[in-house]
């Protein structure tokens, strides 16, 4: 979403989500949902890589396990400059990607609600 303050056009920062479960995503987009930033779900890994390369997000939540593409490809796809949390039920994971934060299942909402205002923050 955007917005115009004295003729400058200044856009919100972009909270994304991608998880192949879309009960998880919905879930997700309804709880931390927040006037500071607007969220964008995916369920496709790779529809979300292309639409990452056309508008990066701000802050990036990936699910481990997809198919096509796990969290870890995903992350790599899009490259080092965003902030990324993986979210995952699974203790023995290995990453080739850097993420920020990694988040065991179930995770509370506010910890990820959390991680995103720091991330914000940080890029002001």
Same mark, same amino acid.
Not at 3 to 10: Q, S, V
Not at 42 to 48: G, H, K, M, Q, T
Not at 70 to 76: R, S, T
């Given at each position: 979403?955007?917005?115009?303050?004295?003729?400058?056009?200044?856009?919100?920062?972009?909270?994304?989500?991608?998880?192949?479960?879309?009960?998880?995503?919905?879930?997700?987009? #309804?709880?931390? @949902?927040?006037?500071?930033?607007?969220?964008? %779900? *995916?369920?496709? !890994?790779?529809?979300?890589? =292309?639409e990452m390369m056309i508008r990066p997000?701000?802050?990036?939540?990936?699910?481990?396990?997809?198919?096509?593409?796990?969290?870890?490809?995903?992350?790599?796809?899009?490259?080092?400059?965003?902030?990324?949390?993986?979210?995952?039920?699974? #203790?023995?994971? @290995?990453?080739?990607?850097?993420?920020?934060? %990694? *988040?065991?299942? !179930?995770?509370?909402?506010? =910890?990820?609600?959390?991680?995103?205002?720091?991330?914000?923050?940080?890029?002001?």
């Amino acid at each position: 979403m955007r917005h115009r303050e004295e003729g400058i056009e200044l856009m919100k920062p972009k909270v994304v989500l991608v998880d192949d479960e879309p009960d998880v995503t919905e879930l997700f987009s #309804l709880v931390l @949902q927040s006037p500071s930033y607007e969220i964008e %779900i *995916f369920n496709d !890994p790779s529809v979300a890589v =292309e639409e990452m390369m056309i508008r990066p997000p701000d802050v990036l939540f990936l699910d481990y396990c997809m198919p096509g593409m796990n969290g870890d490809e995903v992350a790599l796809a899009v490259g080092p400059k965003i902030s990324k949390a993986l979210i995952t039920g699974n #203790l023995d994971i @290995q990453t080739q990607a850097k993420f920020d934060r %990694i *988040f065991l299942k !179930p995770v509370a909402m506010t =910890e990820l609600r959390a991680f995103i205002l720091e991330k914000i923050r940080a890029d002001i």
